[in-house]
């Protein structure tokens, strides 16, 4: 009798301890991506549910002044590895922040940093579910910095 309660005791906080904390509803996750002086995003994939609020926490870990070697983070819409590259391009003539005026295609952007700086910015995935490309819109550098949100 006495193993059986002990047993069950147990086995409660076994379950207990598999389960983590659960985030109140409405805050949103933390995803932490980092660029530095190679050109380099720390994370090429993130996953997100449709309609769930990010917070990507955005640090440019390099040395270089944002002159010379300046890192945003760019989300958008689905698109074509062609349209992209336009995207890109026209980001290039839209200095100093390099996101164009026509922001259609635009879902959420950081500023652009120089070494060591952050920015955090939230923002709620798409409703719908699908591959949204980001990059680093820096003249030349969205070739080598792109990764890309999957919505399931
Ligand atoms: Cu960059």
Redesign the pocket.
């Known amino acids: 009798m006495k193993l059986k309660t002990l047993l069950v005791l147990s086995l409660v906080s076994l379950v207990g301890g598999a389960v983590s904390p659960v985030a109140a509803a409405d805050a949103p996750r933390e995803v932490v991506i980092t660029?530095n002086d190679a050109?380099q995003f720390s994370l090429k994939e993130i996953t997100a549910a449709p309609g769930e609020k990010i917070t990507v926490k955005f640090s440019n870990i390099g040395k270089l002044p944002k002159t010379a070697?300046?890192?945003?983070w760019v989300l958008v819409k689905p698109m074509s590895a062609a349209e992209l590259n336009s995207f890109g391009m026209a980001c290039m003539k839209a200095a100093p922040e390099y996101i164009p005026a026509d922001r259609s295609a635009v879902i959420a952007h950081t500023k652009i940093l120089g070494g060591g700086e952050s920015d955090t910015i939230t923002f709620t995935a798409p409703a719908t579910a699908g591959e949204y490309p980001y990059l680093?819109s820096?003249p030349g550098?969205f070739a080598m910095?792109k990764g890309k949100l999957t919505v399931k």
């Open positions: 660029a050109m070697m300046g890192h945003n680093c820096f550098h910095m």
